[in-house]
């Protein structure tokens, strides 16, 4: 799958980024291998293929017991901010 000029200027507005003239079209190929690759691997047949849990066989993953190792010490840690309220950290505006 190719991507368009109008594609990949979409996917970086959802992103966040900013993208210049020069970088759009390197953009826009480097996407379109990334999604003619998932496309392959689309394409692989996996009829009948149980999923792992582990790629080695008969082996389980090490668990611990859970349990609490250590105590509460919110009103320590707070002690050293400027302001809270409620047990919780009070920070200034950023967004209007």
Known sequence: MTLTRRDVEGIAMLARLEI?????????ISLSRIVGFFDQLSAAATEGVEPM?????????????DQITESDQRDRYQGNAPLVAAGLYLVPKVIE
């Open 53 to 65: 849990a582990h790629p080695l066989e008969n082996q389980v993953q090490a668990l611990r017991d």
């Open 20 to 28: 210049s003239e020069a970088e759009l079209p390197v953009y826009a």
